[in-house]
């Protein structure tokens, strides 16, 4: 830009835009690139079609009539018990982490990189072929016990990591209060670092539920029989079945009916915790 | 505790040759002394002088570098002593409270009294209350931590450490964290248990208090206890020029010694009296032999 004439000559108000009038100009063009893009869009679309794959009431009907309801006890049923083993490893790993002996904190760093480096569904596809090389390991409450090993193992990782964050969030004069009044390591652990830990990683191990609800899909590269589908599964195998988007549809939104709730709830307990601080 | 047959001779604690670093720093230059049963003993001295570590040594928060600690006769250091056992009859307050966030102030003062002492929780629960009275707060039982004030949490966390009975208490500078109108509440109550015979080791920076309330008063500098003694004698007439010094500064603040351009300055700056000397290489009087940082 030009600063040595400024004074002299006057500026070109009628050829150059106010800073706000051209912030309120380039507002109107962003609505009215919005305006276009829609319209577009509901001209172009094939409607019809959409409406008949997507959400045929036929398909609807039958998608909640063959088995919807197992489905979805069984999506949560993987999910729920892998969050649970990812739970008890993420946390004996995330004490491992912070343990005085070296060895332990070297195992779980190797076991969390690990883990945390492969895909989950690599990791499923292991869990779900062992009795192959292994003929005489049996994993009880097959299939269930296969997710919810497969899947748990790969959380714990991710947990293991969230929770030793939140150990490390509680501040040293903690332990050093309850030490003072005569607790063991472990009693000062189990009743002052830990409940508070786990107040501080609620939020973040929401949010890594919500991540396992949806890596349950994963479950259908498994070859389990029809009573232990879970909704990806179902769906897609009634989709084949009617030649049909819609039960995919249905599934999707029942996902959605369990996590956006949750998501709902992470955002305020995460609110909540700002405000007491 | 179980009475010994010795009591009344036997020192309830005793320093010898106590030195401690952190890396190259070195904190606590060899220090000896002794607290008697139902003694008041205050440490005072300049921040960065020891104090905080001194007495954080004798329950082992800080692991003494070397020299020996005996608390009832056994010796602190020694790996074979139940630290814990130890522990359970010495109270500590702390200059941050510490008070247990997600506690409530009654089980605050019950937590270790059950999983310590394996108190019942109603024996737990009266002896809670017994002490939340003695501090003046059996009306904020019911409160969590947060719902009160500095002052009110320094009073719990007094009566969480009275609570498993301790035969000692040591403070951390408890009051150095308060507004200063908060400070006289648990000043009161400090003095209240002080009559009432127990044996108390106060880290403070209340001259008043520690004239008042102390049986002997340790002053410390540059990890050495510089002047030890009577109150009136250490904080009335200190015969140590830095032990002067340090009290002229902190009793009457707005002092200036004639000619000492260096502790003009440092008055001016209190609060951040040893970073002024990191930078300045000052010391034509003596004090602050060191130990920037520590307190």
């Not at chain 1, 990812?86 to 070296?102: E, F, H, K, N, P």
């Not at chain 2, 904190?27 to 005072?44: D, R, S």
């Not at chain 2, 008042?212 to 200190?238: C, T």
């Amino acid at each position: 830009m030009s600063t040595t004439a400024t004074s002299e000559t006057p500026a070109p108000v009628k050829n150059k835009l106010s800073p706000r009038r051209r912030a309120q100009r380039i507002r109107w063009i962003q609505y009215a690139v919005l305006v276009l893009v829609v319209l577009a869009l509901i001209l172009t679309v094939d409607w019809k079609a959409v409406h008949t794959s997507f959400f045929n009431a036929e398909d609807i009907k039958l998608t909640f009539t063959s088995g919807l309801g197992t489905a979805v006890k069984n999506t949560l049923l993987y999910t729920v018990g892998a969050f649970v083993i990812g739970l008890i490893l993420g946390t004996i790993l995330a004490l491992m982490r912070l343990s005085s002996v070296g060895p332990y904190r070297w195992i779980a760093t190797a076991w969390i990189e690990f883990f945390r480096g492969l895909p989950a569904l690599l990791v499923l596809l292991v869990f779900g072929t062992l009795s192959i090389p292994f003929p005489g390991l049996v994993i009880p409450f097959d299939p269930y016990g296969t997710v919810w090993l497969g899947l748990g193992i790969v959380a714990s990782a991710y947990m293991a990591e969230t929770i030793r964050a939140g150990i490390q969030a509680v501040s040293k004069g903690q332990v050093e209060a309850a030490r003072s009044l005569g607790m063991t390591a472990g009693a000062a652990t189990r009743k002052v670092v830990l409940p508070q830990a786990l107040r501080v990683v609620i939020p973040p191990l929401t949010n890594e539920l919500i991540l396992l609800i949806k890596d349950s899909s994963l479950v259908f590269i498994l070859g389990i029989s029809a009573g232990g589908f879970e909704l990806t599964k179902y769906g897609r195998d009634l989709g084949n079945q009617t030649a049909s988007l819609t039960p995919l549809t249905v599934a999707g939104l029942c996902y959605l009916f369990i996590t956006l709730p949750l998501s709902l709830l992470v955002r305020r307990m995460e609110a909540r915790q700002k405000k007491e601080r | 505790m179980t009475s010994t047959p010795t009591r009344t001779e036997a020192p309830i604690v005793e320093v010898t040759d106590l030195h401690k670093s952190f890396g190259s720093n070195h904190v606590l230059q060899g220090l000896n002394t002794t607290i008697q049963q139902g003694e008041v003993v205050c440490v005072i001295g300049p921040s960065g002088s020891g104090k905080s570590t001194f007495l954080r040594c004798i329950n082992l928060l800080e692991e003494p570098t070397s020299g020996s600690i005996k608390v009832g006769g056994e010796e602190v250091t020694d790996p074979d002593c139940d630290i814990d056992a130890i522990r359970r009859n010495m109270g500590m307050v702390f200059q941050q409270f510490n008070l247990f966030p997600h506690l409530s102030v009654l089980e605050n003062c019950t937590v270790a009294q059950t999983t310590v002492l394996k108190r019942s929780k109603e024996e737990a629960r009266a002896k809670a209350r017994e002490n939340l009275e003695k501090v003046g707060l059996s009306e904020k039982a019911d409160a969590y931590p947060a719902q009160l004030s500095g002052g009110q949490q320094q009073r719990v966390a007094i009566a969480r450490a009275l609570s498993m009975d301790p035969q000692l208490m040591l403070f951390d500078e408890p009051t150095s964290a308060l507004d200063p109108e908060l400070v006289g509440d648990v000043l009161s109550v400090m003095r209240r248990l002080a009559s009432e015979g127990m044996t108390m080791f106060v880290v403070t920076h209340e001259m008043a208090f520690a004239r008042e309330v102390a049986d002997r008063v340790i002053f410390l500098d540059g990890g050495y206890i510089v002047e030890e003694g009577d109150p009136h004698q250490v904080i009335g007439a200190p015969r140590e020029e830095r032990t002067k010094t340090f009290l002229q500064r902190v009793l009457d603040p707005t002092h200036v010694d004639p000619g000492a351009e260096d502790a003009a300055y440092s008055k001016r700056h209190e609060g951040d009296a040893t970073s002024d000397n990191v930078v300045k290489p000052l010391d034509t009087h003596g004090h602050y032999g060191g130990g920037a940082g520590i307190g």
